[in-house]
């Protein structure tokens, strides 16, 4: 596609429950990011991607999160044994990675917004 | 990684030029400063980049003193819809392959909002 896709976009479940949420970035960009942002508050980095590198997972709150990128593409975020404060907005965004400075730009995806009950 | 400072809210009106600072005193060498802009219900959206001086593109422009502990986005005659947050960033784009960089954070921004 032309952008950065990502479903679902919204997404209730209860607490307990396991979620997934999946993100596609732009066809070639190596580079893939998870964010966070909750009500009226700024981004959280979660986790970044680069390649077939391994993953900087040094963001994820805890060891409910977990991400994977499958052949350096598509990338799942699962939340386990989901909390309420779990609830947020959870954006992707991929870029292409280079010397240059703008090379680095990041794309975003609309969001998934996660609500846990 | 750089922490940045911006203004909470900006109050403006259409046709008005605005002007953002951003705050960030302890910059590295490697440094850019990159803005985005947010819609509600959106993902952010990169509006401009520079290093050092100042840099235009066809929606803002990037002011940054020799020093460069702090930078200024200006955008010329607001519209309505450009109501948005306006996030300041730091960070080195040639390290994007490494951890600095994609630990961005982006900070609460600045919410701009344009009156008729």
């Known amino acids: 596609g032309a952008g950065v896709s990502q479903s679902p976009s919204n997404k209730v479940t209860e607490k307990g429950k396991d979620v997934e949420l999946r993100c596609d970035p732009i066809?070639?960009?190596?580079?893939l990011y998870w964010y966070r942002q909750s009500l009226g508050q700024g981004l959280e980095f979660l986790i970044y991607?680069?390649?077939?590198?391994?993953?900087?997972k040094s963001g994820l709150p805890s060891d409910r999160f977990s991400a994977e990128r499958t052949g350096g593409s598509v990338s799942t975020l699962t939340i386990q044994r989901t909390q309420q404060e779990d609830s947020a907005v959870y954006l992707c965004?991929?870029?292409?990675?280079?010397?240059?400075?703008?090379?680095?730009?990041?794309?975003f995806g609309p969001g998934t917004r996660l609500t846990v009950l | 990684l750089a922490k940045t400072t911006q203004p909470i809210s900006m109050d403006s009106y259409e046709g008005q030029e605005v002007n953002i600072t951003c705050s960030h005193n302890?910059?590295?060498?490697?440094?850019?400063i990159t803005w985005y802009q947010q819609f509600p219900s959106q993902g952010p959206r990169f509006i401009i980049q520079?290093?050092?001086t100042k840099v235009t593109n066809e929606v803002a422009s990037l002011f940054i003193p020799a020093d460069r502990k702090s930078s200024t986005l200006s955008l010329p005659r607001v519209s309505l819809s450009d109501t948005a947050v306006y996030y300041c960033?730091?960070?080195?784009?040639?390290?994007?392959?490494?951890?600095?960089?994609?630990?961005?954070?982006f900070g609460q921004g600045t919410i701009l909002t344009v009156h008729p």
């Open positions: 965004a991929s870029s292409l990675v280079g010397q240059g400075a703008l090379v680095s730009e990041q794309f």
């Open positions: 066809s070639g960009h190596t580079a």
């Open positions: 991607f680069q390649g077939n590198s391994a993953p900087d």
């Open positions: 302890n910059i590295a060498t490697n440094d850019y």
């Open positions: 520079g290093y050092k």
């Open positions: 960033l730091v960070g080195d784009p040639a390290n994007a392959g490494g951890t600095s960089y994609g630990k961005l954070t």
